[in-house]
């Protein structure tokens, strides 16, 4: 593929982005967009040459037409959705092709929430826009930052506890070719807060999904947030997931990657730990099938002294899949006393997929407790034996087993509607059901 036929279409998009959309914003926040552009050109797309790329051939997505303009809702669309989000429980917030719908989205807890359009937020969330991203080494934060014209921003409100999950749902339904949406999030949960948040991709019969989304959130002190990335769309995704956190002492902050579809998914996650005691718990599920690719890429900062981080992630691959994971921690020479654990373990179930696995420890302090580990291998033949003996089918005690591999991370949601529908949807996803048996 010819590289620069790509930049000259994002050129000319980012030229009839500033005629069209200039005025919507402020003059301070074009001229971030302006840097953040600059800073794309320079890093490009990345190739399979660049390390943090290798596995991951992201140049397929952009074959053809790309276009990160914005897309329009169209007229039947809206009629479709009419009634979407507010027949389920929870808080709903509804974006249609990358664009928030306030029509469509529902409040419970208002007065523990206050929900606004990003844009609104920027002045007066001032000092916390674009400081945890990186613009100068991640392309596709620089892209977010240069082409965004939508998201939300959630603020929980201060000692507020949210009693339902706030829902953030990114519903697809173009069918016009290469629109690459760019939506970007903030997330700030106020002192003594608690609260969920659970992203959910729905892609319509006949459209292909392109996203690069990017969320901030802020864990304030004695804040605990559950963050949850529900990806299982049905139809053709192709997602770039790029979320970062910045914690302060005594708060927690979780979060639950579950892949179980999608064409192309790579999740970036990175976490920094900037006061004592706080604690993250970072857990993943990826099930990839046909020819699909899911990575999955970590980076947890341990900057100062007592804090914990706890990675698990787990994988199974099938047909001619692709996974990928990439998890690094890195202890800062000021973080005496952490305490750091990263598990990968993965299930290959053919032998024609392949499972590329890299868990990384750079450690800069000398009293620390960290350990890491990756496992690749199939499933224990002696244990099926045992189920096919008591008689189970072959194709029933091979679901079974691997939905017992796999549970363990969704068994770790806090939200027992959400883990029972989770549940659910993974044992139709393996085959595999309680009744069948």
């Known amino acids: ?17 500033q005629a069209n959309d200039a005025l919507a914003f402020s003059d301070a926040l074009m001229q971030v967009k302006r840097a953040a552009f600059a800073d794309f050109t320079t890093l490009n797309f990345p190739s399979t040459k660049n390390e943090e790329w290798r596995f991951t051939p992201i140049l397929a997505i952009s074959k053809g037409a790309l276009s990160v303009l914005p897309v329009a809702i169209s007229a039947n669309a809206a009629l479709k959705l009419n009634a979407a989000g507010k027949e389920e429980f929870g808080n709903k917030i509804i974006f249609i092709n990358g664009h928030y719908s306030a029509s469509k989205s529902n409040i419970v807890d208002e007065k523990g929430i206050k929900i606004s359009k990003v844009i609104d937020s920027i002045e007066s969330q001032e000092g916390k826009f674009n400081t945890l991203s990186d613009n100068h080494s991640e392309p596709f934060s620089a892209l977010n930052t240069a082409f965004f014209n939508d998201g939300i921003c959630i603020e929980i409100l201060k000692n507020a506890s949210i009693e339902h999950p706030i829902i953030i749902e990114n519903i ?11 939506q970007r999030n903030m997330i700030i949960a106020e002192a003594g807060t608690k609260a969920s948040i659970v992203f959910e991709y729905t892609v319509q019969a006949n459209a292909t999904a392109y996203m690069n989304i990017l969320s901030e959130c802020f864990v304030a002190e004695n804040a605990h947030i559950e963050l949850l990335h529900d990806i ?21 902050f979780t979060c639950h990657s579950i892949a ?14 900037e006061e004592k005691n706080a604690i993250c718990y970072l857990n993943g599920l990826y099930i990839a099938t046909d020819n699909h690719l899911i990575d999955n890429h970590l980076a947890v900062h341990h900057l100062v002294p007592n804090c914990q981080s706890h990675q698990l992630y787990k994988g199974v691959l ?17 973080a005496q006393k952490t305490n ?17 696995t890299k868990p990384q420890l750079e450690i800069f302090a000398d009293d620390v407790k960290c350990s890491h580990g990756a496992t ?4 224990d033949e002696n244990a099926k034996f045992y189920l096919m003996a008591r008689g189970i089918s072959q194709e029933h005690a091979t679901a079974l087993l691997t939905y017992a591999f796999a549970s363990e991370v969704t068994e770790k949601i806090s939200n027992t509607e959400i883990k029972k529908r989770l549940n659910t949807q993974l044992q139709t996803k393996l085959g595999y059901s309680f009744e069948a048996l």
């Open 172 to 182: 697809f339904t173009s069918t016009a070719n290469k629109h690459f949406i760019q």
């Open 376 to 379: 690749v291998g199939q499933l």
């Open 1 to 17: 593929m010819n590289k620069d036929i790509v930049e000259s279409s994002i050129d000319n998009d980012f030229e009839t982005f």
């Open 318 to 334: 099938k047909d001619k899949s692709t996974g990928v994971f990439n998890g690094k921690i890195f202890v800062h020479k000021d």
């Open 260 to 273: 179980t579809d999608g064409t192309l998914i790579r999740n970036n996650l990175s976490v920094r730990l």
């Open 340 to 356: 750091a654990y990263q598990s990968n373990k993965n299930l290959v179930l053919s032998d024609t997929a392949v499972m590329h």
């Open 232 to 252: 299982q769309p049905n139809h053709p995704l192709h997602l770039i997931n790029n979320t970062f956190a910045a914690q302060k002492k005594d708060s927690t």
